[in-house]
């Protein structure tokens, strides 16, 4: 079965709506979406730390920008300045449960 792909993505409110071509719809928290970031830095900091960020920890953070990279990923600017995670269309749809 092929990867399904988003066939619209908008903002609501604080939050980033993709609708997917299976007719999944899924709501991303920015604060859910920072502390999850796949970009190296955080990935080593969630693989050796006893207590990983939360996403409580950037409760504040909002969404500055969500660029396409590619057909296959986004690159997403928080409000803390942080931007060097790309998320995959991979990732992105297996998180589409954790809100």
Do not use: K
């Not at 990867?3 to 991303?28: C, F, K, Q």
């Not at 590619?70 to 992105?92: E, K, R």
């Amino acid at each position: 079965m092929p990867m399904p792909r988003p066939t619209s993505l908008r903002m609501d409110g604080p939050d980033l709506v993709i609708e997917w071509n299976d007719g999944t719809v899924a709501r991303y928290s920015p604060h859910r979406l920072r502390a999850l970031c796949p970009c190296a830095s955080c990935a080593e900091l969630r693989s050796h730390s006893t207590d990983p960020p939360s996403p409580d920890r950037f409760s504040n953070v909002t969404f500055r920008q969500v660029t396409p990279v590619g057909n296959y990923a986004y690159q997403i600017t928080f409000s803390d300045g942080h931007n060097t995670g790309i998320y995959t269309l991979d990732y992105l749809y297996r998180l589409r449960n954790l809100e």
